[in-house]
Structure formats: C-alpha cells, structure tokens
C-alpha cells in the first residue's frame, strides 16, 4: 500500500530542524517518554494525557512562554508552570523546563489544516514581497498579514497574529510560521501558534 502523500504545510513549509542535545536530567523529566523535538526544544509527556513538559533552549520561545506581557489568547499553548533552568544548551543558552498544555500534530483532512496552508501560503508571499530586507522580511510579512487580516477566518485568528506581530516587535525576535512543527492544534481542532518566534 502507497504511503499517505505528506500534509500540504509540509511540502510548502519550511522542513524541520532538530535539537542535537541530549536532554538535560531533571526529577519531573526523568523517565519520562520524549515525544517530540523541535529545532530549540524537546517534550516529554507528563503521562496524564492533559500536559507535557517541555525543554526550551531558545530566548524567544521562553519569551513567548512566561513574559508577563506574552500573546494569549485561544490560538498560543496554555502554560502552566516555569520550572526554572535544568541545563545548558551546546548553543550556550540555558535549558528552561516549561509545563504546558499538550498540543498535537495537525492531520492532513481537517479544517486546521486548511487553515495552516492559508496561513504559509500567505505569509510565505509576503516574505517573497519583501525578501530584499533580508532577516527583517519576516517581521514585514508578518506585519502585512495584520495590515490586511485574512478574510473567512474567525477574528480570534486576526487578533492572534496581532497579538504575535506586536510580540515579536516588542522582544526584538523573529517569526517563524514556516516551520512545520510550529503550527499545532488541540483535540477540539483548534489552530495553534505552538512556538513561531525564534532568535537569529
């Protein structure tokens, strides 16, 4: 039987990266199942099928994550818990131990991921638009998608890029909606910017 062709955010997204570190050893993690790794982080299921734990090494997903002033909202993950620094990256930067909502993979035959599609189609135009600025075309992409908020979509959707746009400009990080991992989404179906910010 012929594998299942890959969801459209993948083939027009840009592809993952992984975390090469090992993770850091930490009582809530230990024994723990890894189930899943991004370019700045890794998650371990807590085991009570609500919450994960998630290990950040990037700046800007901690931001994202404990800032007092952070995007919130029905589109950004539910945090929990900060339990501190655990370790420290090959990059350099600290090993922070988030508790977070679980999120999980979009399948290719729902509404999200439709949505998800729009969203990179869209956004990954604008960076075309404006790819003679370099690091900052998507800060500008992103900004264009507020300028112009998408139409046919809820307006919780148009605030939260709003409320990522003006995170991103406030913290001096970069978006990142292109990465596949990044776009995620609760049992209900709801989209969710799972962690889109990055430090360059």
């Not at 993690?29 to 299921?45: H, P």
Request: contains cysteine.
């Amino acid at each position: 039987m012929a594998d299942s062709p890959p969801p459209p955010w993948v083939i027009r997204g840009r592809p993952p990266l992984l975390l090469p570190d090992r993770a850091p050893g930490h009582p809530l993690i230990d024994g723990k199942e890894e189930i899943g790794r991004g370019e700045y982080s890794i998650v371990f299921d807590k085991g009570d099928g609500q919450r994960v734990y998630k290990v950040v090494s990037s700046p800007a997903d901690y931001f994202l994550y404990t800032a007092d002033d952070r995007p919130r909202g029905k589109h950004f993950p539910i945090i929990y818990a900060d339990h501190g620094i655990i370790g420290r990256a090959q990059s350099g930067y600290p090993f922070h131990l988030i508790e977070m909502e679980k999120l999980y993979p979009i399948p290719c035959d729902c509404e999200a991921a439709a949505l998800a599609t729009r969203l990179i189609e869209l956004y990954w135009t604008a960076c075309q638009k404006w790819g003679r600025l370099g690091m900052d075309m998507g800060r500008i992409a992103l900004h264009h998608l507020t300028v112009t908020p998408l139409a046919k979509v809820e307006n919780s959707l148009n605030a939260a890029l709003k409320a990522l746009s003006d995170f991103v400009e406030e913290y001096h990080v970069l978006p990142d909606i292109l990465n596949t991992n990044n776009l995620m989404m609760r049992k209900d179906g709801t989209l969710v910017f799972s962690d889109p910010v990055f430090i360059a």
